[in-house]
């Protein structure tokens, strides 16, 4: 890249940014907050009932075996900073889940011993573990601990006190979005957990933030504003969190207090809906944006946590689903599910979760995914980060190799692609959506890429055009799980076969086909290789058409 579009580059990233996240991330980084040892506040007695919360998978092994990110650790050789791992995986291990999922009470003296290993070797405000966002999710991870019949020792609750001291010093305004949220939720759960004068002010302070941020990370249709469903699921579960705790804590809640916690109640159907929109028949989320499955709890134990709370589901999914604040479309017709993105990247000053697939869509039939987007296996700034986060990983087009949005670095968006002319509708038994983008206006003759998905009870047909002449090329990305036949005398045609043997036909008005080796990333440090079906834009136009209505097993 040439001096000049480095300097477009850093200039399309920096100008969407808010001051205080300028200045913050200055002051955060020449703050010097002080460790406080001072004995912990006294425990509030609580005045109502805990609720057992959404739970995971088991994480801890072995008596110190880490089984995170699809990846193992022995305490014994990694310790709890080891610079061999990726940042993600040490997050991982000091946020202490594993205290809270599934069959945890089996490995009680395991945790025991690790609370007591991590208090050993994590000295105040040294290494990883004191991030303030590892430090957010293991202060409410010890305290539900706790809250669900765990016994938490003198030491680890001194150490609560401490760590949420040290956490009120380093409050995540630079980076605002879901760590600043988490940084509140630890708030509120210490201040409810211990009483008096220093946890009440913990209390007021994380309740004046998701005052302000609830407000704003919270769309009117329910989408946690990054809008990728991983992210709104562990909002979700943040929000149901803060139901339950406040719940149990009832008596401590000013009028205020009680009415913020009576408008959680209010969102939650709504985030509810959204999750079950953005996910697929086999019951987990769609890849949009950075999503994986393993990070947030699967749909059924935020299902079930909903019931448990007593809190309202929201209301059904109808054959058309349209979520116009954070712009995703669910269409709906008999066997057959497809989900479009017609939506921004995410917030303008906080895109670091997106990804370049603006228009991109999938596509399930028969309960089982057909058409997936790439998901995520990794965070950080290497190129397979970056081409999980690119144009080609999704199900849109992709013009002239170019991403439709700049994604770049690990977590950040220079130019941003636009959605533009968004319409969905019914026509008689067919459902259809239909937008367009100007992700590619910096190219000669500023031209809009255009697409319409028709859904009927037995088709999906998907039109592409693009308005100048450039290389332009659709994909269409196949679940590992499904096979690719293409017609030997006719490349524009061919066959796919589901995993319980339906076949469906598969037809291109644009010319000949070209299948490409890829691969599909359902968790983080997952690879499985799968298919892509690569489609040429002829004259500025491509279709493909799929039909269903005769399959054979």
């Known amino acids: 890249m040439d001096e000049l579009a480095t300097i477009e580059r850093y200039w399309q990233t920096i100008r969407w940014l808010r001051p205080v996240q300028l200045y913050g991330r200055i002051g955060f980084r020449l703050a010097r907050p ?44 990694c310790g709890w900073d080891d610079p061999q791992r990726e940042k993600l995986w040490r997050y991982n291990q000091h946020y202490f889940d594993d205290l809270n999922a599934i069959g945890a009470e089996a490995r009680r003296d395991w945790q025991s011993s690790l609370l007591d290993n991590w208090l050993e070797h994590n000295p105040p405000g040294v290494g990883t573990g004191w991030e303030p966002y590892p430090v957010s999710l293991r202060v ?18 001194e150490s609560l006190a401490v760590q949420t001291r040290w956490l009120v010093q380093r409050l995540e305004w630079h980076l605002l979005g879901n760590h600043l949220f988490a940084n509140a939720k630890a708030l509120i759960f210490a201040g409810l957990w211990f009483g008096g004068d220093e946890a009440t002010a913990w209390l007021k302070t994380g309740f004046r933030i998701l005052a302000q941020e609830v407000a704003e990370q919270i769309l009117p249709d329910g989408c946690q504003f990054e809008l990728s469903p991983m992210y709104h699921a562990l909002a979700l579960e943040d929000v149901l969190d803060l139901i339950n705790v406040s719940r149990r804590y009832a008596g401590a809640l000013s009028s205020d207090q009680t009415r913020q916690v009576a408008d959680w109640c209010e969102l939650a159907p709504a985030m509810n809906r959204w999750l079950q929109a953005l996910s697929h028949p086999d019951g987990q989320i769609a890849f949009f944006n950075d999503a994986a499955f393993g990070i947030a709890p699967h749909n059924s134990e935020l299902e079930a946590y909903v019931r448990r709370l007593r809190v309202d589901a929201g209301p059904g999914l109808e054959d058309i689903t349209w979520l116009k604040e954070s712009g995703y479309v669910r269409l709906s017709q008999g066997d057959a599910v497809l989900i479009a993105d017609i939506a921004r990247v995410g917030p303008d000053y906080l895109p670091g979760h997106a990804h370049a697939d603006t228009l991109s869509f999938e596509f399930s039939l028969f309960g089982h995914r057909l058409f997936v987007n790439s998901g995520v296996s990794c965070y950080g700034t290497s190129t397979e980060r970056l081409r999980q986060r690119g144009t080609a990983a999704h199900n849109t087009v992709i013009v002239s190799n170019q991403n439709s949005s700049d994604v770049w670095s690990g977590f950040r968006v220079g ?55 450039h290389a332009a090329e659709a994909r269409f990305h196949l679940h590992p799980d499904v096979s690719i036949e293409v017609d030997a005398n006719d490349p524009g045609r061919g066959s796919l076969r589901m995993p319980d043997g339906e076949t469906i036909s598969w037809q291109s008005e644009a010319g000949p086909a070209r299948l490409e080796a890829t691969t599909w990333h359902p968790e983080f440090g997952k690879h499985l290789p799968s298919t892509c079906l690569v489609l040429p834009l002829r004259d500025g136009r491509s279709t493909i058409t799929l039909n269903w209505g005769a399959t054979s097993a």
């Open 415 to 469: 130019r941003r692609a636009l959605p533009l002319e968004k319409r969905v509708a019914r026509d008689g038994t067919s459902l259809s959506a239909c937008a367009a983008h100007d992700g590619y206006r910096h190219l000669r003759g500023q031209p809009l890429h255009r697409r319409s998905w028709t859904l009927s009870q037995s088709a999906l047909c998907v039109t592409d055009t693009f308005d100048a002449a």
């Open 34 to 77: 002080s460790i406080d040892l001072r004995p912990s506040p006294p425990l509030r007695a609580p005045s109502g009932v805990w609720v057992t919360p959404a739970r995971r998978a088991q994480s801890l092994t072995g008596p110190s075996v880490f089984f995170l990110l699809n990846e193992y650790g022995a305490l014994p050789e």
């Open 140 to 157: 409410v991870n010890w305290i539900k601990f706790v809250l669900g019949g765990g016994d938490l020792s003198d030491n680890c609750r």
